[in-house]
């Protein structure tokens, strides 16, 4: 199972970043897909999550109201848009397949950087 992420890098606080993921047909179709991240120093943490129709989304409640996650099962892609960032959001963040609630998933990805500068 190959997951690949990207769109990572360095924004200055208030600005925005879009991520990536790609996978396979396979990898993609039945899976719940999602977003973890982990800061240095601090365990991974889950972002967010999207339902495999797309029809239903879940949150961490720290960037409620300024991520959003996206699929495209045509694509078999998983965006997520990163609005307003703040240092704090400065992680490496992970692509994850067959995520179950928030804190596991069966696949993950490499990882890409995201830097927020203040």
């Known amino acids: 199972v190959q997951l690949q992420a990207s769109g990572g890098g360095l924004v200055q606080a208030g600005g925005s970043l879009r991520l990536s993921c790609a996978t396979s047909?396979?990898?993609?179709?039945?899976?719940?897909m999602g977003w973890f991240r982990q800061a240095p120093g601090k365990e991974r943490e889950f972002v967010a999550a999207?339902?495999?129709?797309?029809?239903?989304?879940d949150y961490a409640d720290s960037v409620k109201g300024r991520f959003a996650i996206s699929r495209d099962n045509t694509k078999y892609t998983v965006d997520l848009q990163m609005n307003s960032l703040k240092p704090e959001d400065t992680a490496v963040y992970y692509c994850a397949a067959g995520v179950l609630g928030t804190t596991q998933a069966g696949y993950w990805g490499q990882g890409t950087q995201v830097t927020v500068s203040s």
């Open positions: 999207i339902s495999v129709r797309g029809g239903s989304t």
């Open positions: 047909r396979r990898t993609f179709s039945g899976f719940r």
